[in-house]
């Protein structure tokens, strides 16, 4: 599985930006695609995750501003980001996990810049 995110930038504070996360290869067997971030010298976090089900869930830091979902005919999970905050600067990273042997493959990252 080959996951690529595309989508992040520098946005100023209160703005909005829409990550994508693009899945190829073996993806019959992706059952959970999330978002994690990870802060200049801090451990990688959970943002969000969107399961095949469609059920979502989102960490408390990011809930009512911030939307997983997914194009399931493209592939691809996006995550809409609104009321964009300085503390949500961070490289954002796409996360898709296997049913089979509880693989979990990880995408290169695309950086986010909120600007106060």
């Known amino acids: 599985v080959q996951l690529v995110e595309s989508g992040g930038g520098l946005v100023q504070a209160g703005g909005s930006l829409r990550l994508s996360c693009a899945a190829s290869?073996?993806?019959?067997?992706?059952?959970?695609m999330g978002w994690y971030r990870q802060a200049p010298g801090k451990q990688r976090e959970f943002v969000a995750a969107i399961t095949t089900g469609g059920n979502t869930n989102y960490a408390d830091s990011v809930k009512g501003r911030f939307t997983i979902s997914r194009d399931t005919a493209k592939n691809t999970v996006f995550l809409q980001m609104n009321s964009l905050k300085p503390e949500d600067t961070a490289v954002y990273y796409c996360n898709a996990r296997s049913s089979i042997g509880a693989k979990s493959y990880w995408g290169q990252g695309t950086e986010v810049t909120v600007s106060s």
């Open positions: 290869g073996s993806i019959f067997s992706i059952n959970y």
